[in-house]
């Protein structure tokens, strides 16, 4: 169950042709009344902003943070294709609202995929209809229809994302994709996430803000900020307010986020293994998180880790070179809590254990730069030759 | 000819057993007179700093900007090694200072190699003795004792690099390492240039800084910067000051140290292809500077590089989120002069004319932001298996 497990929303995905390998494409998430709910969505901060971040912001704004649902597609990323992909995303808003007999501006829409090719928009307008059309529409509200439209988001992911977690009360539910081009603020990613929690616009804002902020911003695969990045949440609130407050949203929210991004990280491109990487110890947050940020998008770093070396002078190098206040003489790294390094030097250690936990696919690294009290924790991975693979080409 | 190619400096490599492998991995130059000269130099501006820079930076400031010779080792770096590092560095300073005859302050000292492991100081005293001490010395003044010293520099370089540059009535000559953790700001570097040109320190400052940054300064391999980055330059005065004024060894100097970085990014880890990145129509020079930066640095951009995909969608998406001042509908970017995007979006163009720059081994991309007057220029390669291999293990 992703999507539909909150009651009150219904969901679908199918190919529609926007893929040459036949593969699902095309997916709503709507409300099952066809009514607009509260709703509130985090977009990417690339100014290369594609086409459909720009038709929802529009669309949010125009009904103060509410819609009745959202068309996503993947295999084409509708960006950086000017006047017509802006009326192209349009265009998928109207014919999904013209199905579900809701305004134009209640529909929200998504896309992912390549950046500068038209939209096939005969492929969609087609497949639009078989999802959302009368009689033939292929929405629902079972784990299937949760599943075809978590399924239609894919791109180079292995496998669709989805997450369900209960509230007191209330359940948050979400698909998402994303598996290259993820980095701070935000991921290259898409997520839809949906309440049955009752709770207005400003709220939701405040809850996936909150989530976002600890799942997909500290999440790095590549250091590339992508054109189409969106977080959407909806919210029913056919479960009456959340019993616990609306703090008690915001933590599911914030658990779904995090259960999402966990499960990018563990299907990064090419990736053998998930890295946390912990900094502390540094004069400020601000310090530690980019301090964090520059070892976790160091390609030789990176490459050490698939290597399962334990070179913690590349480590040590980024972190000098980070902007952070750093005093070599004051630095401590451990993986997987064996010290290596100590006051900046190398230390003896259990070089059993360094070894095992390298060979592991989770990795925990923590620099301590002994300076103060700021913190900082990134999710990422290993560059690895299948990587290479992956983005050598677009065919 | 290199280093020893202006009158007055001898130079001399050899293997002292730092290397496992049994190459060249200990060079010294020096004054044909074992007396201070004028110098200046430009080290990294990473706070992981190794204990040689450290050195060099004292004893120039001891000096008032004077050197009698240059003692490096590649092998390992002498960084994160604390006390005790410091001390070795200066140790091979006091060692290479007796056999000359002249005050350790005005030995200067490079490292490069592993970072976080001891010199072996018992090796590299006798090689010091072997390179410089007495009767028995290897020093020279020819071709041959030019490129030992060269070669001793090498750690993943699949070639030694050397240049000559002849100004009216004086010679600039260099040698240099480098082919990984390069990133502007300095590539991780060692370089020793050398000249006959009378110049007073000021003078040679000038003429190094201006250097480096068209040259060394605009390379990025891979973003990271490393501990160790020294680039110095000693004048033996004996060819008088330049006929064309101080500003033809500005020239001169400049066109060496470009050389060198062309031989680097030529040599790159891995790399097949070596890329020119210009940024023109920036808000600033400093907004087209961060992005060609951005560009350069991405590993989804470099993986197309590599695959000989022109997919500009990707570079696009770059400078959207470089912090750059952008608007989508002025961008223009080319392949080899090739428009493939106008307006922020693709334009019909000559396939086969793209096709044939792409498999080149040099490729020059051109990104026009149509905002105003700032411009950049960046030199940087491709991101490819080989590089992941050299980069997996430190072994």
Redesign the interface.
């Known amino acids: 169950m992703s999507v539909t497990a909150a009651a009150g929303f219904v969901a679908g995905g199918l190919a529609c042709g926007i893929k040459a390998s036949g593969d699902p494409d095309l997916a709503v998430v709507a409300t099952t009344s066809g009514a607009p709910v509260p709703a509130a969505a985090v977009f ?6 594609a086409a459909p971040v720009l038709a929802c912001r529009d669309h949010l704004l125009a009904t103060g943070g509410h819609a009745a649902a959202v068309v996503l597609n993947s295999g084409n ?1 509708n ?4 006047r017509s ?1 802006r009326a192209d995303a349009e265009r998928m808003c109207a014919l999904t609202a013209r199905y579900l007999g809701c305004a134009t501006e209640a529909v929200l829409v998504c896309s992912t995929g ?4 038209p939209l096939p928009m005969a492929s969609i307008e087609a497949g639009i209809a078989s999802l959302a059309g009368g009689l033939t529409g292929a929405l629902g509200a079972d784990e299937a229809a949760g599943a075809a439209a978590a399924e239609a988001l894919r791109t180079t992911d292995t496998h669709r994302k989805e997450v369900v977690v209960s509230g007191d009360g209330f359940v948050v539910g979400g698909m998402a994709k994303g598996a ?2 993820l980095a701070p ?1 935000m991921a290259t990613m898409l997520a839809v996430l949906t309440t049955d929690a009752a709770a207005p616009p400003d709220a939701l804002r405040r809850a996936l803000r909150a989530g976002v902020a600890e799942s997909f911003n500290v999440l790095t695969v ?6 189409n990045d969106t977080v959407i949440l909806l919210a029913s609130g056919l479960g009456g307010p959340p019993a616990g407050g609306q703090g008690a949203l915001v933590d599911a929210v914030v658990a779904a986020c995090g259960e999402l991004a966990a499960q990018m990280a563990g299907d990064a491109e090419g990736a053998t293994k998930v890295v946390r990487l912990r900094v502390s110890g540094a004069a400020s947050d601000d310090d530690a998180k980019a301090a964090a940020r520059k070892v976790a ?4 770093v990176k ?2 880790w ?4 334990p ?4 480590i ?6 980070s902007g952070a206040a ?4 004051k ?1 401590r790294i451990a993986y997987g809590g064996t010290d290596v ?1 100590r ?4 230390v003896d250690h259990d070089a059993a254990a360094l070894r095992a936990h390298m060979a592991g696919r989770q990795l925990v690294i923590d620099a301590d730069l002994g300076l103060g009290q700021g913190s900082a924790s990134v999710l990422t991975n290993d ?3 299948a ?8 065919s």
Request: aromatic share 8%.
């Open positions: 990417t901060s690339n100014l290369m902003t990323a960006a950086a294709t000017g992909g390549l950046i500068g090719i290259a081009m603020k590549d250091g590339a900020t992508s054109t998008q160091s390609q030789l490459c050490s698939y290597g399962q070396d070179y913690w002078g590349r040590a190098s980024e972190l000098g070179s750093f005093d070599p003489d630095l390094c006051e900046g030097v190398a560059l690895t030759h990587y290479v693979d992956e983005n050598m080409g677009t």
